[in-house]
Nanobody
Framework: QLQLVESGGGLVQPGGSLRLSCTTS????????IGWFRQAPGKEREGVSC????????NYADSVKGRFTVSKHNANNTVYLQMNSLKPEDTAIYYC??????????????????WGQGTQVTVSS
């Protein structure tokens, strides 16, 4: 059974850091792009970052560029989102999602096939 499980969320002060993990099982990351998404209260879900099959190609939302870093460790089936210089507006539930993508090694995360359950990130003093 294909599963994605997020962890690493919590409460952090503005300017602080967190590292989210997305641990996957039931499939090989070699054939999937992985996206990080977030949803704040009263807002629509938005894409944060996406990483390609190999992990060599990534993209980021403008709001997190220079602060967040996504990485992928195919051997241990885990994708990470390092979040630095956190702001109150980063408060949201963060989800990872997988999309089967084998055509090119591009960070294609639109319309994912599978979702995790989410982890809460709260940035507050």
């Amino acid at each position: 059974q294909l599963q994605l499980v997020e962890s690493g969320g919590g409460l952090v002060q503005p300017g602080g850091s967190l590292r989210l993990s997305c641990t996957t099982s039931g499939f090989t990351l070699d054939y999937y792009t992985i996206g990080w998404f977030r949803q704040a209260p009263g807002k629509e879900r938005e894409g944060v970052s996406c990483i390609s099959n190999s992990g060599s190609n990534v993209n980021y939302a403008d709001s997190v560029k220079g602060r967040f870093t996504v990485s992928k460790h195919n051997a241990n089936n885990t994708v990470y989102l390092q979040m630095n210089s956190l702001k109150p507006e980063d408060t949201a539930i963060y989800y990872c999602a997988a999309k089967l993508w084998v055509t090119t090694d591009q960070p294609m995360c639109v319309m994912p096939d599978y979702w995790g359950q989410g982890t809460q990130v709260t940035v507050s003093s």
